[in-house]
């Protein structure tokens, strides 16, 4: 089973609004990620948890605040967004963060900002 | 700077024939080569890798191949089927990084 789930399948938000994603694994990997896409391009990688412990941060503003409260689950908080922050929002987890693993992916959270 | 690039944007095929998807990769650093398949509004799924110690790797109908010397890696899928119609995602990561990091991806499209 490589499952990676993620609720909700879509969000509108406000820019005042403060709302949060959330993603789970049962796989027992000990690394998650979460990358954003925009139509038409790759994802990007913004956050990387390894171990329960924040380990990358890929220069993501502050409006976005990931929390991995066990090694199931990962949040991702959104506060004060702006309409281009509007994309798909995958999740990802893999074994481990470093070698040669291989990331399995959510179907992704499509967020528009209002 | 694209470190990982996918000079095609598209590719047509026909249905039973060979696709030949291709990837280029500028970071001496990337040790392990992932593709991904992807439709639209769905998360990326995974397809086939291959570690740089290899030059190839086939899952059924999927085969990759990797040069090192040219940095460059293909997918050949064959026979091509319809529902392999998809956007094919070439992705690389270094072994001390969790980054993966993405092609700009090749729309394949496969006709019957």
């Known amino acids: 089973d490589t499952e990676v789930t993620q609720t909700p399948k879509h969000l509108v938000m406000g820019m005042t609004n403060k709302k949060s994603l959330k993603c789970e694994q049962h796989?027992?990997?000990?690394?998650m990620y979460w990358y954003k896409q925009k139509a038409k391009k790759p994802p990007e990688l913004m956050f990387v948890?390894?171990?329960?412990?924040?380990?990358i941060n890929e220069s993501v503003p502050s409006r976005f605040s990931p929390e991995c409260p066990n090694s199931s689950l990962l949040n991702l908080h959104l506060h004060a967004l702006q309409p281009e922050d509007s994309a798909l929002y995958l999740c990802?987890?893999?074994?481990?963060?470093?070698?040669?693993?291989?990331?399995?992916f959510g179907p992704g959270t499509r967020l528009l900002v209002l | 700077d694209q470190q990982v690039k996918q000079n095609s944007p598209s590719l047509s095929v026909q249905e039973g024939r060979i696709s030949i998807l291709n990837c280029d990769y500028t970071?001496?650093?990337?040790?392990?080569f992932l593709w991904y398949k992807k439709y639209p509004a769905e998360g990326p799924t995974f397809l086939i890798s291959?570690?740089?110690?290899?030059d190839k790797n086939e899952d059924g109908r999927f085969t990759v191949f990797l040069n090192k010397s040219a940095k460059h890696l293909s997918l050949h899928i064959v026979p091509s089927q319809p529902g392999d119609s998809a956007v094919y995602f070439c992705?690389?990561?270094?072994?001390?990084?969790?980054?993966?990091?993405f092609g700009q991806g090749t729309i394949l499209t496969v006709h019957p």
């Open positions: 948890y390894s171990y329960e412990k924040l380990s």
């Open positions: 992705a690389a990561k270094g072994t001390s990084y969790g980054k993966l990091t």
């Open positions: 796989m027992g990997h000990r690394a």
């Open positions: 990802a987890s893999s074994h481990e963060a470093g070698g040669q693993e291989t990331q399995y």
């Open positions: 291959i570690s740089s110690i290899k």
């Open positions: 970071n001496s650093m990337f040790d392990y």
